[in-house]
């Protein structure tokens, strides 16, 4: 690495013969350049018709990594802070010694007495975390189940199935079998972040009250999302055909996580609440406002609640009507308006 410093209003033929160097392609032990930086003469001290700062330009060969590019201009901005600090009197040491300020740990004043609080990544993360764990183990088992109802619809066991239970019943056990799945799911990877929760002694950050809302919420997205696969597996022939249905159901499971962020950093907006009561959509979002710092209010929760198990109740519904003419109907992939029929014939 090659730094030089150049004058402000260097001719334009001195700048070329300096910038040489990179277009030779040479190695540096042949004389080639990785790169060249440039540093006004008042980079360390102000000066100029402002009496500002000057700064630096950076002119690298092609191609160059840009790894290496950040680490030139990191060490070139350490450098000229730290020459800038020692022209002004002070050692770096000092310097940083007066940036640095030691924060402790925040705490919570409750009634019986001071608790140490969680920091507010912590709860960001929390709420990520429940939500997450939810999205991913509802997303899994409902996909396993698309994918067993198409490949028992194409190999035709489904016809053997049928002349022993009837579709309601088979579809019944496919989602509460698969919500065991589930279940086991979230109790394992649960119990690695309770334990490392222990560890870290912030297992009192979550209510036992918080995990009883995110099994009721969990219970809703799960049967949601597990009959509208369930109906769409019914309806094709092979996983190809699914993806022409399957937005509905992505959008449902994707919506929560983009919108994440906004209502987790003001999870008692007008937005919040609003998304709070929008079918399919609200297990995920009162999750995330259930572990937030600023819970909603009761009243919300069981508003929710109740939308979601109506909610839930319809998509079972829907399901079964398309689940009972789909499984055995073979040939072109339906559209929309064919489910739409088959909803209001069966």
Known sequence: LTIEMLEPRVDEQSLKAAKDPLTKGESLQDGGRMALVIIDPNAVERSGENNEFGGFQIFTRPKLDDRVVDLIRDQVRSAIRTTRIT?????????????????????????????????????????????????????????????????????????????????????????????????????????????????????DIISPMMIVWFFCFYSVAYTIIASLMAAVGSAVNDLREAQSLMTPVMMIIMLPYILWLPISRDPNSTFATIASFIPGVNPFVLILRLTSTEPPPTWQVAVGLIIGIASAYAAVWVAAKVFRVGLLMFGKPPSYATLWRWIRMA
């Open 87 to 203: 022209a002004a009197g002070y050692s770096p040491d000092e310097f940083d010694a007066l940036n640095s300020v030691v924060q402790r740990r925040t705490q919570e004043v409750t009634a019986t007495g001071e608790e140490r609080g969680a920091l507010g990544e912590l709860n960001m993360l929390l709420q990520f975390a429940f939500m997450f764990l939810m999205m991913m183990s509802v997303f899994v088992s409902g996909q396993y189940l698309l994918t067993t109802t198409i490949e028992e619809k194409s190999s035709r066991v489904v016809e053997l199935l049928l002349s022993s239970a009837s579709p309601m019943s088979l579809m019944a056990g496919k989602i509460f079998g698969q919500m065991g799945v589930g279940l086991f799911l979230i109790m394992v990877y649960g119990s690695l972040g309770f334990v490392g929760l222990l560890i870290a002694s912030m297992v």
